[in-house]
T-cell receptor, first 112, second 117 residues
Framework: QKEVEQDPGPLSVPEGAIVSLNCTYS??????FMWYRQYSRKGPELLMY????GNKEDGRFTAQVDKSSKYISLFIRDSQPSDSATYLC????????????FGKGTMLLVSP | GAVVSQHPSWVICKSGTSVKIECRSL??????MFWYRQFPKQSLMLMAT?????????EQGVEKDKFLINHASLTLSTLTVTSAHPEDSSFYIC?????????????FGAGTRLSVL
């Protein structure tokens, strides 16, 4: 079993739809959870950063963490064609000097 | 937001030559930088952790003599792919770690696409 599992997609939705992206993980020591957006042939861009379980909202984006289920989600409301990208979840055990473990990424396609 | 510049964005080289990739944090100092490799439709795989003024820490399976990392200042880390071969062709991405409000966050460069002929 891989440390972080993420469905590669592609996930195709119409403009305006609510998008749900998910990752599961096996390492119970992960405490910090991030979502990055990566456009084709570009570096990842940090979208959301959360610690432990709970919800965090930022504009159209909501991140949820359920440590008991080892399951994290990213919701995108009112999706736009410009949201079309690959979304990577990432996790680490510590906030300090720490390495990130990434999921494979889910490709999202939002059609106008 | 924090800006990390990576150069070049794309390089083509002949087999056997060496290629240097630069990673700069433009508006903050980064004691720690990371180098990743990404194959098409795959996740980022950490190659090494670069600490300013000390030797890099390489992940298991990464040849340190093949991938030379230098972190000579708080704003610059370089990755040199020595004697490159076609199997080294990949997308290389660096990140710089910045402390912000009690958290350490990695900010990524735009990546370098290496094609070895």
């Amino acid at each position: 079993q891989k440390e972080v599992e993420q469905d590669p997609g592609p996930l195709s939705v119409p403009e305006g739809a609510i998008v749900s992206l998910n990752c599961t993980y096996s390492n119970s020591a992960f405490q910090y959870f991030m979502w990055y957006r990566q456009y084709s042939r570009k570096g990842p861009e940090l979208l959301m950063y959360t610690y432990s379980s709970g919800n965090k909202e930022d504009g159209r984006f909501t991140a949820q963490v359920d440590k008991s289920s080892k399951y994290i989600s990213l919701f995108i409301r009112d999706s736009q064609p410009s949201d079309s990208a690959t979304y990577l979840c990432a996790m680490s055990e510590e906030s300090g000097y720490s390495t990130l473990t990434f999921g494979k990424g889910t490709m999202l396609l939002v059609s106008p | 937001g924090a800006v990390v510049s990576q150069h070049p964005s794309w390089v083509i080289c002949k087999s056997g030559t060496s290629v240097k990739i630069e990673c700069r944090s433009l508006d903050f100092q980064a004691t720690t930088m990371f180098w990743y490799r990404q194959f098409p439709k795959q996740s980022l795989m950490l190659m090494a952790t670069s600490n300013e003024g000390s030797k890099a820490t390489y992940e298991q399976g990464v040849e340190k003599d093949k991938f030379l990392i230098n972190h000579a200042s708080l704003t610059l880390s370089t990755l040199t792919v020595t004697s490159a071969h076609p199997e080294d062709s990949s997308f290389y991405i660096c990140s710089a770690q910045r402390g912000l409000a009690g958290r350490n966050i990695q900010y990524f460069g735009a990546g370098t696409r290496l094609s070895v002929l």
